[in-house]
């Protein structure tokens, strides 16, 4: 006890005391024990009321009180332990089925609320985390997370960690996904990620370019819509098909075709597409006006500047095990301006180059790891570790003659 207290206790039993003597002191004093010889000398003292005695004590009392009161004000004040305790009672919000690796401070075999106590007793912890079960407990720093989808664990957060949570929801522009609707506000699709992930009855959400965002469960009919778009959890089930598209190649399919349609747009095509039995992928024209819709089987493309094929993004990279048959100039180099670059080989390069609007050609290294998407061609040049593939019939490959070294091959690229 500090020596404020001691004092200020001290101070109040003297008060006490005192008060009490001086009551008592007064009690037998009437102004009549005072003899006659003494009576013209002595001046006697006045008498004293029972009511002012009860006042004098109740005043004692009071100061009493508020002596104590002080005393338990000063010693409040001058706790060490009062002064270092942590902060307790942050509001932490749920994010079911996401694990936020790294950061770790600390791992404990406890409850949930056992671990939410030791967050908020614990010097740095900035968010927690359990598994499913709730027996196994990570304390989590200050930091961004790295967000990966885990039903094992639970990922408890404060307002601040929530509202830069950036979770990678798989998203499909261009499709609603019909459902039950659990809720709706006006959110970015990050918050609306987090939202979802908050509410375990949420299974995928859909947005607009407005800005609303709707949390749905048990996904039904997929529409074509190109103001929206639907997030599903990373390897989600999503019930509709989006189409990669190949700008510049028509393409036939050796089951041949299910129907031609007249459309508005390549979206409304590919809702055709999905709707139809045995669609597998189809082909507009350039304004997108006309729609072929093409069977299951081999396809067959071929260079058609007002064409696009639009293939499932499932199949685009091995397209029936047909590549789009560039033209190969082996050991030539062509300048161009540089639109994307990739480490993949000749048959994803084309792939690549096919549904990059801004593509012309593209340009390998010999090993095929290396591929640079190019626009623009510009002069050519013999090198020995690299290749041009050109779109056939565009005439905008480099002429070979004159070039020494160069050598044109036309063929077929397979997977």
Request: aromatic share 8%.
């Amino acid at each position: 006890m500090s020596a404020v207290v001691v004092g200020l206790l001290i101070i109040t039993i003297l008060g006490i005391i005192g008060a009490v003597a001086w009551a008592l002191g007064h009690k037998g004093s009437t102004g009549t024990g005072t003899t006659a010889s003494t009576t013209a000398t002595t001046k006697t003292e006045p008498s004293v009321s029972q009511a002012q005695k009860d006042a004098a004590l109740a005043k004692a009392k009071a100061n009493a009180a508020a002596s104590l009161a002080a005393a338990a004000a000063a010693k409040a004040t001058t706790s060490p332990s009062s002064a270092s305790a942590p902060a307790t009672g942050a509001t932490y919000t749920p994010i079911f089925n996401w694990d936020a690796s790294g950061n770790d401070i600390g791992s404990y075999n406890v409850t949930k609320d056992e671990c939410q106590q030791k967050c908020n007793t614990t010097q740095g912890c900035a968010y927690f985390q359990t598994d499913f079960g709730g027996s196994e407990c990570w304390l989590k720093g200050a930091g961004t997370p790295q967000w990966k989808y885990d039903e094992d664990k639970t990922t408890y957060v404060t307002d601040s960690v929530m509202k830069s949570a950036q979770l990678p929801y798989d998203r499909h522009p261009g499709f609603d996904t019909a459902g039950k609707d659990i809720g709706k506000s006006i959110a970015s699709p990050d918050a609306c990620g987090v939202a979802c992930a908050a509410d375990q009855a949420c299974e995928f959400f859909v947005t607009d370019a407005d800005g609303s965002c709707w949390l749905r469960s048990g996904a039904k009919d997929v529409t074509v819509s190109a103001n929206r778009s639907t997030y599903v959890r990373p390897g989600g089930n999503f019930k509709g098909t989006t189409y990669t598209p190949y700008y510049g190649w028509d393409a036939g399919s050796s089951g041949g075709d299910v129907g031609q349609q007249t459309s508005n747009t390549p979206g409304a095509c590919g809702q055709l597409c999905m709707n139809t039995n045995g669609c597998a992928f189809y082909v507009t024209d350039a304004a997108g006006s006309l729609c072929w819709l093409k069977a299951s089987g081999t396809p067959s493309p071929s260079a058609n500047s007002d064409r696009v094929a639009w293939v499932p993004d499932s199949t685009a990279k091995s397209w029936g095990g047909v590549q789009l048959p560039y033209e190969k100039h082996e050991g030539l180099d062509t300048s161009g301006s540089d639109v994307g670059q990739i480490d993949a080989g000749p048959g994803a390069c084309s792939a690549a180059c096919a549904a990059n609007k801004a593509c012309g050609f593209y340009v390998t290294d010999s090993a095929g790891t290396k591929c640079w998407l190019k626009s623009g061609q510009g002069a050519a040049k013999v090198a020995a570790d690299r290749n041009t593939y050109i779109v056939p019939g565009t005439q905008q490959h480099p002429d070979p003659r004159g070039i020494q070294g160069h050598r044109l091959e036309k063929r077929w690229l397979w997977g």
